[in-house]
């Protein structure tokens, strides 16, 4: 089992940038592939970007693409969502989530951290 915590939310200016991290514990860190979700309120939580075991061919969701980056460091059990050229509409909740496969479903995840991003 792993427990996952993330941090970095706040509140920014549209336009603006956060660096969003996931701490994991527990079994191997490098076993899971990671990935990143949001939920605004009033609607469901949807996929935000997924990176695999080593880290390389991480995907996106169409939104987000060439403004968000997702990394890890196996070494510090952590994963990071870069966000820059922020907008209003991608104010929510943040969660970090493992899975052991990409065949799988995302087993484990984080409690999440709130970003606001003002107009």
């Known amino acids: 089992q792993v427990q996952l915590v993330e941090s970095g939310g706040g509140l920014v200016q549209a336009g603006g940038s956060l660096r969003l991290s996931c701490a994991a514990s527990g079994r191997t860190f490098s076993r899971y592939v990671m990935g990143w979700f949001r939920q605004a309120p009033g609607k469901e939580r949807e996929f935000v970007a997924q990176?695999?075991?080593?880290?390389?061919?991480?995907s996106y969701t169409d939104p987000v693409k060439g403004r968000f980056t997702i990394s890890r460091d196996n070494a510090k059990n952590t994963v990071y969502l870069e966000m820059n050229s922020l907008k209003p509409e991608d104010t929510a909740v943040y969660y970090c989530?493992?899975?052991?496969?990409?065949?799988?479903?995302?087993?484990?995840w984080g409690q999440g951290t709130q970003v606001t991003v003002s107009s």
């Open positions: 989530a493992a899975r052991t496969s990409v065949y799988s479903q995302y087993q484990y």
């Open positions: 990176i695999n075991y080593s880290g390389d061919r991480p």
